[in-house]
């Protein structure tokens, strides 16, 4: 199978989006259990809690778009 420079690129510009929209989400909860002021082990629980989230939704995605109808309209990097 081969990619297109242009399909490639818009693979990249999605995952760089994810990826900065996930470091800004933990970035996010981190600053809020240290202003709440809670214990490191708390710290250590809730970002354990955001990684297994994200690690949780490319299965709920599939998951997700088995039982829908694939190709809707919409943005290209948020179709599921």
Known sequence: ???SSE?????SHCKLV?????????Y?????????????DDLKLLTA???ALFLGVPYWKKKYSE???AGKGGSK???F
């Open 67 to 69: 039982r829908h109808v």
């Open 7 to 11: 399909r490639f690129s818009e693979i």
């Open 49 to 51: 809690l955001v990684v």
């Open 28 to 40: 996010v909860v981190i600053q809020i259990v240290l202003r709440m002021g809670l214990s490191t």
């Open 77 to 79: 990097c948020l179709r």
């Open 18 to 26: 994810y990826c900065v929209i996930g470091a800004v989400i933990y």
């Open 1 to 3: 199978m081969r990619f």
